[in-house]
Structures are given as structure tokens and as C-alpha cells.
């Protein structure tokens, strides 16, 4: 076989499979690979074809970019073509690429670049006639694009008419149609919950939207638009691009705010890295930056190649999108006893970090996904949230992949799983006897919003609980620095810190305290709600299910979620024993301030009917104090039992001295008073 034909069937494998995949995006919306991997072919091809010019076909997908119109769009001409942009991937490229524009132009000195987020979504071209939208296109094949006015109109950021005066009589704006993160994420949640398809990634999420046949459909999708270019622009002649981009603001069209001007190859590379280092926080996805060299003057002596001008390049990202393989599903066990199943992946690179797990939610979402291990998967990782599997290439499945099922019994603790009728989520009921329930509440407990106990890492958790130092949360409250000390990694001056910090975390909020509980389906909201209505935690604690429902955006569901927490005996335990160990906020603004307001009371030998924790609860909750030690500011001393050093010290000081009988009156005569039989 001559060597010529086997490059020319190797050329026609290659184009057939860029047209295949071309078509799932572009026109199924439903790709197979990753724009890497996609790009990698696509280069494949060209460069087979750079070598072997003479074979190369008029209808190779390198000859045309972008798709031919979906049926049922009318083709629109732009009335100038719309450019592609020349990409680079690293600072010494970019260097390059401004050196040949230099030496291009015989340059001396530094060019001025415009420097823009290259927004990853759908370009676009709306003209605007007397400065009404008239018509909207896509880019298509640059030449030629389809009407999809009546859809565009429906994207809230662009003007129907544009504002001010000076515009030309016929001008075509250039822009980039995109999917915010968060509504990205909405979309995605909605549609979880109602059993129906995700959007594999925001800019899919924008380019089906686009293609619906029926704008109402667009309308209900969440688009925005950046604009940065102008085509027609009859009788304006801006200078710069920064011009334009101020210009296009002052008229009504949405210009990203994250544009600027900088000076030289420098100022470029600069914006490039600062920009990489906020892509997590901009709420949308960008795949890059574009640099344009500013003056339009400069611009045309550069000109364009090939349908690319000279003048203008983009820096391209990491990609936020990789494939890779699924190894297996983990099962782990949340707060609330929910279990998860995590992915977990041959690692890959995307968005800038190695990702080796991604959340899968529910069982549900496995099957929606129709996910088995082995399972080439299309991973995404979004802004800075847990990376997300949002397909499984089906095409490449192996042979042995093998289905999942959710195991019968917790993977901590061993307890037989429960799954409500009708619940997506499946349970582990042991509550805090679960091991991995424990860890993550008191993980959830000294979180930032909860107690906010600074040093209380996850290493630390595990630890304290695995040694049996930490059951429940009161448990933290009697760690002494000699225990944290015996921890691996522990030095002296951490532990001292980590008790510091415990102690500091006693003095807070009724609403975080609220909140740490971790009680199911209370969120740091409800805890706020829950708190201003409530005032005190007595209140809290007696509250029926009705009363809790008139709470402010407390449902049934949650009313009924707070009054469980509250019944279970280990819970009120815990909290009693949190107070007694002196957790603690500022009484509510009410007109009437708490009855022991202002009063420091001792405790002090061995109670009969209740242990000291409880006295020191229900006096804490009336609004005392409760000290240690007796002093000339102690307001009462109860002697129990055994009492010693400290009621002699009272009498020393003068200091009343009280029996346990005479401390039940006292409880009982002020709770009644307050509506709180016991806190
Ligand atoms: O944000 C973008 N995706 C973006 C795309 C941008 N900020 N600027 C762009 N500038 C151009 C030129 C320089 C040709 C006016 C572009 C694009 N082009 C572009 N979008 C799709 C193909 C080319």
C-alpha cells in the first residue's frame, strides 16, 4: 500500500470523527469528550493535513469553523464577518505572539493591550437599527449564523433599545451569551429533584437555551450577556478597544467590569495570573483571557489572517472539564446520618487542581447518571465547589463495568440503612452513636457560622474521637490541655491555644448556638428565625410543633424536625450539661430582663434531686451567673451535701447560704414567672 493512501484514510478517520463530535456539541449539545480532548483532535488533524497539503478535502472541518445552522433557525449574514481568535497556553507563547506584532509594525517600545475575561459561552451578534434590537444571531461559521432573535430577546441583560444618543443608525454588537454559576447550579438542583436531565456545564447550559424552538423556554433559563466588540458600526470610529467597551456600557450593553487597560507583555501577564486567581469567585465560567492590542490604528496596520486578526489572542486557562476514569463509590455517612456516595476518580487536572473524588448526591443521581465503575465520566468542576460528574460516556464503557448498589448497613457503624417512603436520601438512624455522625457533628459544632472553635480540625476530631476523649459536644468543654497535649502533632503551646479558643467559643449567640446543634433541616437562617422569635432557650425547648410553625419560614417539616431534637432525652443531656459548662449569649431584648439577671450564684457540694450541671443549667437560663469560686460579689451560695471549703468561705464573707430545698423554690418560682418550667 502506498504511503499517500494510508494518510488519506487516516485523514478521513479523523475528519469523520471531528464532524461526529462537532455535531454532538454544536448541534446535539451532547458532547462525548472533553473540549481538550476535542481540541487535541482537531489538532491531530490539522497538522496531518499541514503536512500533507495536497489532501487536504473542501469539506474537511478544518476548512469551515462552527457547525451548519440546526433546521429550523433562518440563516443571517453578518453583515461584517465575525473573527475567530488565535490562542496561546503559556507566558513564553504570549511573548512570542507580541514580539512577531512587534517587529510586524517595526514597534519600538510597548504596546497598550485591552485585556478582557474570555467569558465561556455562546458568541453572538445583535444589530441594533435606530437603536432598537432587531435582530440576534449566533456566530456560526462566522460568514453565516442563525436567527435567534425571538431567544435572545428573552435574555433580561440585553437592551431591547439602547440608551442615550450618538449611536450609528445600523450598528452590530458583539457578545458572549453565558449561564451564571449560581443559576447554573439552581437549574441543575431543580432539575435533580424533579427526575429530569442536567445540564452538563454552564456553557451548554446557554447554547441549548438558545436552541430552543420555543422562546418561553429560553425565558425560563437564566442567560446573561458580556458585551466586547462592535461589527457594522456606520459612522462611529472609536480609536481603542477600551473606547468601544465604554462606549457599548454608555449605550446599555452589559461590559464585563473585569476589563482593563495594562501596558506591554508585562501588564498582560500580570492580569492573566491575577485574573486565574479569582476565576473561583467571578460566578461565571471563563476559559481564559483575551488581549487585544488597544489602538485601532494598530489594529488595521496588523490586520487579520485566515478569518484571526493579528491584533488580538487569547491566553487560555486550564480547562475546568476533563474525562477520566470512575474507580469506585465510596458510601459516606453525613451529620445528619445521610448517606453520600462519593466518586472516586483516576485522578485528572482540571480547572487548575488534581481532582480524585466527586460528589454524586443520592443513589438517584447514580442512575440517572446510569454510572458503573470502570466508567469513563465527564468530570466538571465549577467555580470552587466539589467537582461534579456530569455524564458518563456510554461509547467507552467497558465490558466489566459493574453496577452499583447501595450497600444495606451504615459503613461506620453498621446499623441497618433507612430510606423514607418517597426520600431520595437514604439514612443511618444511629444518630451521634455512629461514629461518623459524632465526628461530623462536632465538626459542624465548632464550625466557622456554629461555635466557632478556631483550631478544631478535622484531624483533631478524629482523633479526639477515636481515643474516646470527645462523645458529644459538652465533651470539648472538658478537655484540658494535659489531653490535647497526648494528641500526634499536638505541641503544648497548640493545645493551649485550642483551649483558649474553647473558652472563648462559650460566649455566643442564641442564634449560633441554635444553629451548632446541627439539628436536621436548621440551617444558620432558621437558627436566626428560630432565636428572635423564641428569645430564650427554655422557650425554645417546650415549643410544640404549632407554635414552631409560626415561625417565619419554619414549615411543618422543620417544626416537626425541631421538636424531635428537642424530645430526645440525650439531647436536652447535652445541652444542660453545654450551659453548665458555661455556653452562654446575652439575654434577649426583652422589657422585662431575666429574673437572676445580674446575680452570681455557687454551687457547691453534692445535690440529691438533680446533678449540679442541671442546677447550673436552669440558674444560668434564668439569667445568674454561675461561678466556681465564692467571692464578695457571689449573690448565693447552694450547699449540697458535702459542702466544704466554699461554704466556709461564705460565711467568712457574709454571703447567704441556701439548701436545695430553697434553691427548688427559688427555680421554680421564677420559671413559672418567665413561662420556662425548665430550660
Ligand atoms: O469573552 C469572549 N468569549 C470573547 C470572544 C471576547 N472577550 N472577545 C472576543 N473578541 C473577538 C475579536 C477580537 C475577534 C473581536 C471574542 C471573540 N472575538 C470570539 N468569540 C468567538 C469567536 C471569537
Same mark, same amino acid.
Given at each position: 500500500?502506498?504511503?499517500?493512501?494510508?494518510?488519506?484514510?487516516?485523514?478521513?478517520?479523523?475528519?469523520?470523527?471531528?464532524?461526529?463530535?462537532?455535531?454532538?456539541? #454544536?448541534?446535539?449539545?451532547?458532547?462525548?469528550?472533553?473540549?481538550?480532548?476535542?481540541?487535541?483532535?482537531?489538532? $491531530?488533524?490539522?497538522?496531518?493535513?499541514?503536512?500533507?497539503?495536497? !489532501?487536504?478535502?473542501?469539506?474537511?472541518?478544518?476548512?469551515?469553523?462552527?457547525?451548519?445552522?440546526?433546521?429550523? @433557525?433562518?440563516?443571517?449574514?453578518?453583515? *461584517?464577518?465575525?473573527?475567530?481568535?488565535?490562542?496561546?497556553?503559556?507566558?513564553?507563547?504570549? &511573548?512570542? +505572539?507580541?514580539?512577531?506584532?512587534?517587529?510586524?509594525?517595526?514597534?519600538?517600545? #510597548?504596546?497598550?493591550?485591552?485585556?478582557?475575561?474570555? =467569558?465561556?459561552?455562546?458568541?453572538?451578534?445583535?444589530?441594533?437599527?435606530?437603536?432598537?434590537?432587531?435582530?440576534?444571531?449566533?456566530?456560526?461559521?462566522?460568514?453565516?449564523?442563525?436567527?435567534?432573535?425571538?431567544?435572545?430577546?428573552?435574555?433580561?441583560?440585553?437592551?431591547?433599545?439602547?440608551?442615550?444618543?450618538?449611536?450609528?443608525?445600523?450598528?452590530?454588537?458583539?457578545?458572549?451569551?453565558?449561564?451564571?454559576?449560581?443559576?447554573?447550579?439552581?437549574?441543575?438542583?431543580?432539575?435533580?429533584?424533579?427526575?429530569?436531565?442536567? %445540564?452538563?456545564?454552564?456553557?451548554?447550559?446557554?447554547?441549548?437555551?438558545?436552541?430552543?424552538?420555543?422562546?418561553?423556554?429560553?425565558?425560563?433559563?437564566?442567560?446573561?450577556?458580556?458585551?466586547?466588540?462592535?461589527?457594522?458600526? $456606520?459612522? +462611529?470610529?472609536?480609536?481603542?478597544?477600551?473606547?468601544?467597551?465604554?462606549?457599548?456600557?454608555? +449605550?446599555?450593553?452589559?461590559?464585563?467590569?473585569?476589563?482593563?487597560?495594562?501596558?506591554?507583555?508585562?501588564?498582560?501577564?500580570?492580569?492573566?495570573?491575577?485574573?486565574?486567581?479569582?476565576?473561583?469567585?467571578?460566578?461565571?465560567?471563563?476559559?481564559?483571557?483575551?488581549?487585544?492590542?488597544?489602538?485601532?490604528?494598530?489594529?488595521?496596520?496588523?490586520?487579520?489572517?485566515?478569518?484571526?486578526?493579528?491584533?488580538?489572542?487569547?491566553?487560555?486557562?486550564?480547562?475546568?472539564?476533563?474525562?477520566?476514569? !470512575?474507580?469506585?463509590?465510596? @458510601?459516606?455517612?453525613?451529620?445528619?446520618?445521610?448517606?453520600?456516595?462519593?466518586?472516586?476518580?483516576?485522578?485528572?487536572?482540571?480547572?487548575?487542581?488534581?481532582?480524585?473524588?466527586?460528589?454524586? #448526591?443520592?443513589?438517584?443521581?447514580?442512575?440517572?447518571?446510569?454510572?458503573?465503575?470502570?466508567?469513563?465520566?465527564?468530570?466538571?468542576?465549577?467555580?470552587?465547589? =466539589?467537582?461534579?460528574?456530569?455524564?458518563?460516556?456510554?461509547?467507552?464503557?467497558?465490558?466489566?463495568?459493574?453496577?452499583?448498589?447501595?450497600?444495606?448497613?451504615?459503613?461506620?457503624?453498621?446499623?441497618?440503612?433507612?430510606?423514607?417512603?418517597?426520600?431520595?436520601?437514604?439514612?443511618?438512624?444511629?444518630? %451521634?452513636?455512629?461514629?461518623?455522625?459524632?465526628? $461530623? &457533628?462536632?465538626? #459542624? @459544632?465548632?464550625?466557622?457560622?456554629?461555635?466557632? =472553635?478556631?483550631?478544631?480540625?478535622?484531624?483533631?476530631?478524629?482523633?479526639?474521637?477515636?481515643?474516646? *476523649?470527645?462523645?458529644?459536644?459538652?465533651?470539648?468543654?472538658?478537655?484540658?490541655?494535659?489531653?490535647?497535649?497526648?494528641?500526634?502533632?499536638?505541641?503544648?503551646?497548640?493545645?493551649?491555644?485550642?483551649?483558649?479558643?474553647?473558652?472563648?467559643?462559650?460566649?455566643?449567640?442564641?442564634?449560633?448556638?441554635?444553629?451548632?446543634?446541627?439539628?436536621?433541616?436548621?440551617?444558620?437562617?432558621?437558627?436566626?428565625?428560630?432565636?428572635?422569635?423564641?428569645?430564650?432557650?427554655?422557650?425554645?425547648?417546650?415549643?410544640?410543633?404549632?407554635?414552631?410553625?409560626?415561625?417565619?419560614?419554619?414549615?411543618?417539616?422543620?417544626?416537626?424536625?425541631?421538636?424531635?431534637?428537642?424530645?430526645?432525652?440525650?439531647?436536652?443531656?447535652?445541652?444542660?450539661?453545654?450551659?453548665? %459548662?458555661?455556653?452562654?449569649?446575652?439575654?434577649?431584648?426583652?422589657?422585662?430582663?431575666?429574673?437572676?439577671?445580674?446575680?452570681?450564684?455557687?454551687?457547691?457540694?453534692?445535690?440529691?434531686?438533680?446533678?449540679?450541671?442541671?442546677?447550673?443549667?436552669?440558674?444560668?437560663?434564668?439569667?445568674?451567673?454561675?461561678?466556681?469560686?465564692?467571692?464578695?460579689?457571689?449573690?448565693?451560695?447552694?450547699?449540697?451535701?458535702?459542702?466544704?471549703?466554699?461554704?466556709?468561705?461564705?460565711?467568712? !464573707?457574709?454571703?447567704?447560704?441556701?439548701?436545695?430545698?430553697?434553691?427548688?423554690?427559688?427555680?421554680?418560682?421564677?420559671?413559672?414567672?418567665?413561662?420556662?418550667?425548665?430550660?
Amino acid at each position: 500500500m502506498a504511503d499517500g493512501d494510508g494518510v488519506a484514510s487516516e485523514l478521513a478517520t479523523l475528519r469523520e470523527k471531528v464532524r461526529d463530535h462537532l455535531h454532538r456539541y #454544536h448541534v446535539l449539545d451532547d458532547p462525548e469528550i472533553s473540549d481538550v480532548e476535542y481540541d487535541a483532535l482537531f489538532e $491531530q488533524l490539522a497538522s496531518l493535513e499541514r503536512r500533507h497539503p495536497h !489532501l487536504v478535502t473542501a469539506d474537511s472541518p478544518t476548512q469551515r469553523v462552527g457547525a451548519p445552522p440546526a433546521a429550523g @433557525f433562518t440563516p443571517v449574514v453578518h453583515e *461584517l464577518p465575525m473573527l475567530s481568535l488565535d490562542k496561546c497556553a503559556s507566558d513564553q507563547e504570549f &511573548a512570542e +505572539w507580541e514580539g512577531r506584532c512587534r517587529s510586524r509594525l517595526s514597534y519600538e517600545g #510597548h504596546f497598550e493591550f485591552a485585556c478582557e475575561p474570555k =467569558i465561556d459561552g455562546v458568541a453572538v451578534s445583535l444589530l441594533y437599527e435606530a437603536g432598537v434590537l432587531t435582530r440576534a444571531a449566533t456566530r456560526g461559521d462566522g460568514q453565516t449564523g442563525e436567527d435567534i432573535t425571538a431567544n435572545v430577546r428573552t435574555v433580561r441583560g440585553v437592551p431591547l433599545k439602547l440608551r442615550g444618543d450618538g449611536f450609528p443608525p445600523r450598528l452590530e454588537v458583539r457578545g458572549e451569551i453565558y449561564m451564571p454559576l449560581a443559576d447554573f447550579r439552581a437549574f441543575n438542583e431543580k432539575a435533580a429533584a424533579a427526575g429530569e436531565r442536567a %445540564l452538563v456545564n454552564p456553557r451548554n447550559g446557554a447554547a441549548g437555551s438558545l436552541r430552543q424552538m420555543d422562546p418561553k423556554l429560553t425565558a425560563a433559563r437564566p442567560l446573561s450577556i458580556f458585551c466586547y466588540s462592535a461589527g457594522l458600526r $456606520q459612522g +462611529w470610529s472609536p480609536t481603542t478597544q477600551s473606547e468601544v467597551l465604554a462606549t457599548l456600557q454608555r +449605550w446599555g450593553l452589559p461590559v464585563n467590569r473585569s476589563a482593563a487597560t495594562v501596558q506591554g507583555v508585562g501588564g498582560c501577564l500580570d492580569y492573566c495570573r491575577s485574573l486565574l486567581a479569582e476565576r473561583d469567585q467571578l460566578g461565571y465560567e471563563i476559559d481564559g483571557v483575551v488581549m487585544k492590542v488597544n489602538e485601532f490604528a494598530l489594529q488595521e496596520a496588523l490586520g487579520a489572517v485566515t478569518r484571526k486578526p493579528r491584533w488580538a489572542i487569547a491566553f487560555k486557562y486550564p480547562a475546568e472539564e476533563a474525562t477520566t476514569t !470512575l474507580r469506585a463509590v465510596d @458510601f459516606q455517612v453525613g451529620r445528619t446520618g445521610a448517606i453520600t456516595p462519593v466518586a472516586k476518580l483516576e485522578p485528572v487536572f482540571v480547572g487548575g487542581v488534581t481532582v480524585s473524588n466527586a460528589t454524586l #448526591h443520592n443513589m438517584d443521581e447514580i442512575e440517572r447518571l446510569d454510572l458503573r465503575v470502570g466508567d469513563a465520566v465527564l468530570v466538571h468542576r465549577a467555580g470552587d465547589v =466539589i467537582p461534579q460528574i456530569t455524564k458518563v460516556i456510554l461509547a467507552r464503557r467497558p465490558e466489566d463495568a459493574e453496577t452499583l448498589a447501595m450497600p444495606s448497613t451504615c459503613p461506620a457503624c453498621d446499623t441497618a440503612i433507612e430510606r423514607g417512603e418517597g426520600e431520595v436520601v437514604a439514612r443511618c438512624p444511629a444518630g %451521634l452513636t455512629c461514629p461518623a455522625q459524632r465526628r $461530623q &457533628a462536632l465538626r #459542624h @459544632f465548632g464550625s466557622r457560622l456554629a461555635m466557632d =472553635i478556631g483550631g478544631l480540625g478535622e484531624k483533631l476530631i478524629d482523633q479526639l474521637v477515636t481515643r474516646e *476523649l470527645v462523645q458529644d459536644p459538652s465533651d470539648l468543654y472538658r478537655l484540658t490541655a494535659e489531653n490535647i497535649a497526648e494528641l500526634e502533632r499536638m505541641a503544648e503551646k497548640s493545645a493551649a491555644n485550642l483551649i483558649a479558643a474553647l473558652n472563648a467559643s462559650k460566649a455566643t449567640t442564641f442564634a449560633r448556638f441554635i444553629y451548632a446543634l446541627g439539628i436536621r433541616e436548621v440551617g444558620e437562617s432558621t437558627a436566626v428565625a428560630l432565636a428572635n422569635h423564641f428569645g430564650t432557650l427554655a422557650a425554645l425547648r417546650e415549643a410544640t410543633e404549632e407554635a414552631l410553625a409560626e415561625v417565619p419560614d419554619v414549615g411543618p417539616v422543620v417544626a416537626a424536625q425541631v421538636r424531635q431534637f428537642f424530645a430526645a432525652a440525650h439531647n436536652q443531656r447535652v445541652i444542660d450539661e453545654l450551659l453548665a %459548662l458555661g455556653v452562654q449569649w446575652p439575654a434577649p431584648e426583652q422589657p422585662e430582663a431575666a429574673p437572676l439577671s445580674g446575680e452570681t450564684w455557687v454551687l457547691t457540694g453534692a445535690l440529691a434531686g438533680m446533678t449540679r450541671n442541671a442546677a447550673k443549667a436552669r440558674l444560668v437560663a434564668l439569667g445568674a451567673k454561675v461561678a466556681a469560686s465564692v467571692s464578695a460579689n457571689t449573690t448565693r451560695v447552694v450547699a449540697g451535701d458535702g459542702a466544704g471549703s466554699k461554704l466556709a468561705e461564705a460565711k467568712r !464573707l457574709g454571703v447567704t447560704v441556701i439548701d436545695e430545698e430553697e434553691l427548688l423554690d427559688a427555680l421554680q418560682k421564677h420559671e413559672t414567672r418567665s413561662g420556662a418550667d425548665s430550660p
